[in-house]
């Protein structure tokens, strides 16, 4: 097949007027593709339970007290640690009494039956004993001796499991370094957009999402074979990196593949298998508490002598591995690329795929009547930055990126600090994420992506304001209304999460769609950076209000700012960028004219 002719005047988008905007076929296509993004909604919450902090307690003699259970050691050891004077956060300093004192009052208090009282009577006991004799305590920090962790506060069945936490001691001086553990994974995410962008541009969505698959596997191994708190670090990132690519990959193939009219339903599909794994977490690390048998598990290369690890990691791997190989490239890339006839392929599959067995076969359209751009090499990100409109569009969708991954990771990862069982909490969570992208898909459609958007981040930023004042009223703080405004916090946010793929997608021209929506996500990122540390303020006395103060404030300004940017509701998907500047252009000068 020649290659088309630079003067026609049709663009590709109109081959959609004569093939189905999502066919039976397409969506196939896209959903197998999405279901990588199950992976990366394992990975992004995996830090709540593989870096699970559990209450702690330096390791004194009355751990060895056998009437007392691990609440009341805990509890007693607390108590004292704060009766000497102790100015660390719980837990990180013991006060230590002489062993007289701790064998007498151990005696005294193991002759009472009442059990409720256990923990304050044998404080009550040691403190006046000491008193009395003068036997002042010493306050030092846990030591050589360590920590006791209140496993069992999980839920898990036994103590024998470790978190990244127990593991490698990450409390105290060292609780810093779980802190940039977690932000690591965001990092990760972070150059894993930048080198998807450059990835699928060049090799191809198909081959970003190959690359993807058998890496993340790899590293995911790695990171679960090798116990040591810096290749923890290490593989963390790299994990994130490369689940990040399957996802950018994915999400620009399945915007390719379909018509104008059901883009919108790439994101809400690979946001839906997203939230899947959002919520699945939950259900892996309740029967493997263990960091290292969950990080294995999601590289499903766990063991397989328990039958519920070895389907999951012959289900994923199977699935993983067999599907990507044999789909086919987005056309819409081989087109800027040059490659015609395997497009025209693709699409005269789609055509057959969505006839019907007693209609007439439809055809695909011959794609050189609607290939309008000789392809050539794409312009450089600094053409795209000075341009001004792209100029525009770049720096709004990046702030957008950054305040939506600051204030979604800075609730999801705070569902630790919520009342009730962990991992129905973080279920909850994901189910609610998948609600909120059911309806974003119709919304979307119907008012528009900017109108969606705007209303969904300003409902998202008054949510956040409405958990940050029951966190501050202590009438409120009691059960289930600080979980409840973190649920709805939650649900608008994933909101915004997913119509926001789907408008920067479609702001983008093909030729560079790619790296432009991987930049923007990119810098988005930081904000998944940020995020963790802001949420150390939430157990800050008197600043718990500074984290959701400043989610709501940034969340309602970004919302406002989208007010910029052109509705691209059942508008083309450009080619390339002199395209859309010069389409955007004539639109500005019609409303001006109009006015």
Same mark, same amino acid.
């Given at each position: ?10 663009q ?16 196939? /296509?896209?959903?197998?593709?999405s279901?990588?993004?199950? +992976? ?17 307690? !330096?390791?004194?003699s009355? #751990? #060895?007290?056998?009437?007392? #259970?691990?609440? #009341?050691?805990h509890?007693v050891?607390?108590?004292?640690q ?5 100015t660390?956060?719980?837990g990180?300093?013991k006060?230590?009494?002489p062993?007289?004192?701790i064998?007498? !009052? ?15 009577d044998?404080?009550t ?11 002042n305590a ?6 050589a ?12 069945s036994?103590?024998?499991?470790e978190?990244?936490v ?13 802190t940039?553990m ?7 995410f972070?150059l894993?957009?930048l080198v ?10 198909k081959? $970003?999402?190959m690359?993807?698959t058998?890496t993340?596997?790899?590293t ?9 708190q ?5 593989f963390r990132? /790299? ?5 990040v ?12 593949i ?5 883009r ?5 599909i690979?946001?839906f ?5 959002? $919520?699945g ?9 263990d960091?290292q ?6 590289? $499903?290369l766990?063991a ?7 389907f999951i990691?012959?289900f994923?791997s199977?699935t ?6 044999? /789909? ?12 015609y006839e395997?497009?025209?392929v ?9 006839s019907?067995?007693?209609d007439?076969?439809l055809?695909?359209?011959?794609i050189?009547?609607?290939?309008i ?9 600094t053409?795209i ?8 569009v ?5 702030v957008?990126?950054?305040v939506?991954?600051?204030?979604y ?9 919520l009342?009730?069982? +962990? ?13 909120a992208?059911c ?8 008012f ?8 969904l981040?300003?409902i998202?930023?008054?949510?956040c304001f ?12 009691i059960?289930w209304?600080?979980?409840?405004? $973190? ?10 999460f997913?119509?926001l793929?789907?408008l ?6 093909t030729?560079v769609r ?14 998944s950076?940020?995020a963790?540390f802001?949420?150390i ?8 209000w ?19 940017l ?7 998907l450009f080619?390339?960028v ?18």
């Open positions: 097949m020649e290659k088309a002719p630079l003067d026609r005047k049709r590709f988008d109109d081959i959609w007027e004569e093939l189905p905007h999502a066919g039976k076929y397409q969506l196939k /296509l896209v959903c197998f593709s279901y990588m993004t199950l +992976i990366m909604g394992l990975s992004a919450m995996y830090p709540v339970f593989a870096q699970y902090s559990q209450k702690h307690h !330096c390791l004194t009355l #751990d #060895d007290l056998s009437f007392l #259970d691990r609440n #009341d050691i509890k050891s607390i108590m004292l704060e009766h000497c004077g102790s660390k956060k719980a990180c300093e006060c230590s009494y062993e007289e004192i064998n007498l !009052c151990a005696n005294q208090t193991s002759s009472k039956t009442n059990s409720n009282s256990t923990a304050e044998i404080f006991c040691i403190t006046t004993i000491s008193k009395n004799y003068g036997q010493t306050l030092e920090t846990c030591g001796d360590g920590n006791v962790y209140q496993r069992h506060l999980l839920g898990a036994s103590d024998s499991w978190s990244a127990t593991q490698f001691n990450l409390v105290c001086e060292k609780e810093i370094l779980s940039y977690v932000s690591a994974g965001s990092f990760g972070l894993g957009s998807a962008g450059i990835h699928c541009d060049t090799f191809g969505r081959n $970003a999402m690359v993807h058998f993340t596997i790899a995911y191994t790695a990171q679960g074979l090798i116990v040591n810096y290749a923890f670090l290490i990132t /790299l994990t994130s990196l490369f689940s690519i399957g996802f950018l990959s994915a999400l620009t193939y399945g915007v390719e379909l018509g104008p009219r059901r919108s339903l790439t994101s809400t690979l946001c298998m997203f939230s899947g794994g959002f $919520a977490i939950s259900v892996l690390s309740y029967y493997l508490p960091w048998n969950l990080t294995l598990c999601i590289a $499903a766990a397989v002598n328990i039958l519920f690890r070895k990691s012959t994923l199977l993983l591995i067999l599907s990507v190989p044999f /789909l086919p490239e987005s056309p819409r890339f081989l087109v800027t690329k040059g490659r395997e497009a025209q693709i699409l005269d599959r789609f055509a057959s795929e969505a019907e067995p007693d007439e076969p055809l695909a359209p011959d050189s009547l609607f290939v751009e000789k392809p050539g090499k794409a312009p450089p990100v053409e930055l000075f341009s001004a409109f792209f100029g525009k770049f720096v709004i969708i990046s957008a990126y950054f939506v991954n600051m204030v990771y800075g609730l999801g990862y705070g569902v630790s600090s009342s009730g069982s +962990i991992y129905i909490n973080n279920a909850i969570n994901g189910a609610l994420e998948a609600v992208y309806f974003t898909a119709p919304i979307t459609d119907i528009g992506r900017k109108n969606s958007l705007i209303v981040s300003i998202s930023g008054l949510a409405t958990h940050m004042w029951v966190i501050t009223t202590p009438a409120l703080t059960g209304y600080t979980n409840i405004a $973190a649920f709805f916090g939650k649900f608008t946010i994933s909101a915004v997913c119509a793929f789907t920067s997608a479609e702001l983008f021209p030729e790619s790296i432009g929506v991987s930049i923007t996500s990119m810098i988005g990122r930081v904000g950076i940020v963790p802001l949420n303020f939430l157990t800050w006395p008197g600043l718990e500074l984290p959701h103060t400043i989610f709501a404030s940034l969340s309602i300004l970004s919302g406002l700012s989208l007010l910029l052109p509705e691209t509701k059942s508008l083309p080619q390339t002199v395209e859309a500047e010069e389409f955007h252009a004539s639109e500005k000068k019609k409303r001006h004219i109009s006015t």
